[in-house]
C-alpha cells in the first residue's frame, strides 16, 4: 500500500487502543450499572473508571499527534458528502472520547466517591459533593455514551461499506497491517 494514504503507525496504535478500552468499558459500564451494591461492584467501577481516565489520557495524546502531524487525505473521488460526513464524524468521535471520561469523572467527584487511576494515584475531585448533581451527571454520562455508541457503530459501517462495497483503500489505512483490500 502507499504509505502516503497510510496512517503513521502511531495513529494506528492510538487508535486502535482506544478502540479497544472503548469496546472494554462501555458493556463493563453497561453490566455494572443494575449490579446490587457490593465489593464486587465497587471493583468494577474501578476497573471502568481506569478505563475512562486512560482513554482521556490518550485523547490528549491523540489530539496532540493529529495537531502535529497530517492524517491521509481521503480518496479524490469520494463524494462530497460523504467527505463531509466522515470529518464531522471525526471530530465528534473526538469531542466524546474526552467529554464521555469527563463526565464520568465530574459525575464520581459530585457522588463523592474518589477517582483513583490504577488504584495508586488518586486524581482529584473535579466537583464538590452534590448529590443532586451526580444524579444529573449520571445521566448525561450514559446519554454521552449511547451517543458514542451510535458513532462508533457509523465509523465501523462507514469503515465497512469502504472496504467491502467501494473496495477501497479507506479502511486500510487505518489497519495496523496496512493489509490491502
Do not use: C
Amino acid at each position: 500500500m502507499n504509505t502516503a494514504i497510510r496512517y503513521n503507525n502511531t495513529a494506528i496504535i492510538l487508535h486502535w487502543l482506544v478502540a479497544l478500552l472503548i469496546f472494554a468499558a462501555f458493556p463493563l459500564g453497561m453490566y455494572m450499572h443494575d449490579l446490587p451494591l457490593s465489593p464486587g461492584k465497587l471493583q468494577l467501577y474501578s476497573y471502568h473508571k481506569w478505563l475512562g481516565i486512560t482513554v482521556l489520557l490518550l485523547a490528549v495524546l491523540r489530539v496532540f499527534w493529529r495537531a502535529t502531524h497530517t492524517p491521509p487525505a481521503l480518496p479524490e473521488n469520494l463524494p462530497r458528502w460523504q467527505n463531509i460526513a466522515s470529518h464531522a464524524t471525526h471530530q465528534f468521535l473526538y469531542v466524546l472520547i474526552f467529554v464521555v471520561p469527563l463526565s464520568g469523572w465530574m459525575m464520581s467527584s459530585a457522588k463523592g466517591f474518589k477517582t483513583v487511576w490504577f488504584g495508586v494515584l488518586p486524581l482529584p475531585d473535579l466537583l464538590a459533593k452534590d448529590k443532586a448533581l451526580g444524579e444529573m451527571l449520571g445521566t448525561v454520562h450514559a446519554n454521552l455514551n449511547y451517543l458514542l455508541l451510535a458513532l462508533v457503530l457509523l465509523h465501523i459501517a462507514a469503515a465497512l461499506k469502504h472496504r467491502l462495497i467501494d473496495r477501497d483503500e479507506v479502511m486500510s489505512r487505518m489497519l495496523p497491517t496496512g493489509a490491502r483490500k
